[in-house]
């Protein structure tokens, strides 16, 4: 059983045989989180472009540099 979700499709682009391929995140039922490239077809990466959708949130500040490390994501609803 898959128990991964697609939390972010990054880059959508073609691999050295040519094949479609986008960078998704991954998160899994433990919360880690990975970086894969699957076919933008793959009813994972279709799901997650269908229903949801996340702008860019507060910023993470790292604690010692004060340097903007990334920011939150905050869910958008969408009105299907």
């Known amino acids: 059983m898959d128990d991964n979700e697609v939390i972010a499709v990054l880059v ?3 691999d050295e045989e040519g094949a479609e391929r986008a960078t998704v995140i991954l998160r899994d039922s433990h919360g880690n989180v990975s970086m894969k490239q699957m076919a933008p077809t793959d009813r994972m990466v279709q799901r997650a472009a269908d229903t949801d959708r996340f702008r ?20 958008i609803a969408l009105s299907h």
């Open 12 to 14: 959508a682009g073609y």
């Open 56 to 75: 860019r949130g507060k910023p993470i500040i790292d604690p010692v540099s004060r340097e903007v490390v990334g920011y939150e994501l905050e869910r």
